[in-house]
């Protein structure tokens, strides 16, 4: 059985080194996933994330889909909207130079969670995004402590990393961004 950590200063609330899955059983759990950009169900779930960030996109904003997958969909969706996107994914589309540049954008949908050295990822992301961008998140948030002891997000053994309200608060001041909170595991923050 697992144990948790609840950071005192941030309130992440994260699986110790230990307890993480190999990347080879991680992978073999992504590739069981059948996350397909013709599924309007799964269309519909992202866009909860990608309309209220596509009403704050210029027209002809590039960005990336970081964590997307083994069947991406956010690419097509944006780009039929007239946005360019680059995907990234350590298992699937690992393409390093798509990591050198800027965007006006970046979503991490239903990835975050699994984020290995969460502050490490989270700065890469921060370097790869202009001044004035967005960065989407999709994730499942925690309540409270209590909650948190009977949710069953947290029994997914790839799910390491568990950032409520107050974690993206402390993120959004660490790394000077203002937030907003569009839906109840939805969180879109603009670099300053």
């Not at 209220?52 to 083994?70: E, I, R, S, V």
Request: charged residues 20%.
């Amino acid at each position: 059985m697992r144990s948790y950590h609840n950071c005192s200063l941030c309130h992440l609330i994260f699986v110790p080194a230990e307890y993480h899955v190999t990347d080879d059983a991680e992978k073999a759990i992504y590739d069981l996933h059948q996350n397909s950009p013709e599924d309007e169900g799964y269309r519909k779930f992202l866009n909860r994330l990608l309309i209220p960030l596509c009403n704050k996109l210029a027209p002809n904003a590039q960005g990336l889909d970081f964590g997307c997958g083994p069947g991406p969909a956010i690419k097509p969706m944006l780009e039929a909207q007239g946005f360019t996107v680059n995907n990234y994914d350590i298992y699937y589309y690992k393409q390093e130079n798509v990591l050198q540049k800027k965007y006006d954008f970046i979503t991490t949908t239903e990835a975050i969670e699994h984020f290995n050295q969460p502050r490490k990822e989270l700065e890469l992301l921060d370097s790869l995004l202009r001044s004035g961008g967005y960065l989407g998140i999709m994730t499942k948030r925690p309540t409270s402590l209590e909650a948190f002891s009977r949710w069953h997000y947290k029994n997914d053994q790839t799910h390491i990393c568990f950032f409520s309200e107050k974690t993206f608060q402390w993120i959004a001041s660490a790394f000077n961004y203002q937030i907003e909170f569009p839906g109840p595991d939805t969180v879109i923050m603009k670099k300053m």
